[in-house]
């Protein structure tokens, strides 16, 4: 799977690079922010019962068009944003227990950027693809229901406590959403999963977990403006 997506988010940039070489050119410059709303878990194995654990995610985005190749634009999108991640167990409806663990990540994703509509102004469709890396800030466990780790499963056990041993996260991102071009500025919505290649805990043999890798559907809402 890992070979898969790398394979294609390659032959997407190298697409979109060709394109950006062979006819009508553009040059334009837009800052912008936006924030919304991260629903994450964590690809564990051996697996634990999971929900998705809300957090927020938010930041600052670059984007540069150089092409538009037929009716497809082409441009390139680069992020700094702010974003919670992490998981929150599930358990059983009887019992009163309640586990999560929230990650504070600084994200970077360098992403293609392709959209089709209507320009300068009016509405166009967007699709966005491509690597992300991002630095692990901070992390906090919550127990609720008098929750007991060394009455837990063996083989769930571990997972409470753990101290975070890969701070530095990479993966693909990809999405898409509306864009509204105006005079005043440029208003968008997008939805966006997050899929980790690397993993946050040792994964050799003698380590608990063979996988544990951050997984997270992104929605949120931004504005840009264009500056050149």
């Not at 190298?14 to 394109?19: E, H, L, N, P, V």
């Not at 009716?71 to 700094?80: D, F, H, K, P, T």
């Not at 994964?203 to 951050?214: E, L, Q, T, V, Y």
Request: proline share 4%.
């Amino acid at each position: 799977m890992r070979r898969y997506l790398t394979t294609i988010i390659i032959a997407l940039i190298a697409t979109a690079g060709a394109y950006a070489q062979i006819e009508k050119p553009r040059h334009i410059l837009e800052i912008g922010a936006a924030g919304g709303l991260n629903l994450s878990q964590l690809d564990l194995q051996p697996q634990t019962r999971q929900t998705m654990l809300n957090g927020i995610n938010g930041g600052l985005q670059i984007r540069y068009t150089s092409e538009k190749y037929f009716s497809m634009i082409c441009a390139a999108q680069l992020e700094v944003n702010f974003s919670q991640r992490g998981w929150e167990e599930e358990f059983d409806n009887e019992l009163p227990y309640s586990f999560n663990r929230t990650l504070n990540y600084i994200e970077i994703p360098f992403l293609a950027h392709l959209s089709w509509g209507k320009e300068p102004y009016g509405l166009q469709f967007f699709i966005n693809l491509g690597p992300q890396i991002g630095f692990l800030l901070s992390d906090k466990e919550e127990y609720g229901g008098g929750l007991v780790p060394e009455n837990r499963p063996a083989s769930i056990r571990p997972i409470y406590g753990k101290e975070i041993d890969k701070r530095f996260d990479y993966g693909i991102a990809g999405g898409g959403g509306l864009e509204l071009k105006t005079k005043a500025g440029n208003f968008f919505i997008e939805g966006r999963y997050y899929y980790g290649l690397s993993d946050i805990f040792n994964n050799s043999k003698i380590d608990d977990f063979g996988r544990s890798a951050n997984q997270t559907i992104t929605v949120r809402i931004g504005y840009s403006i264009r500056i050149l």
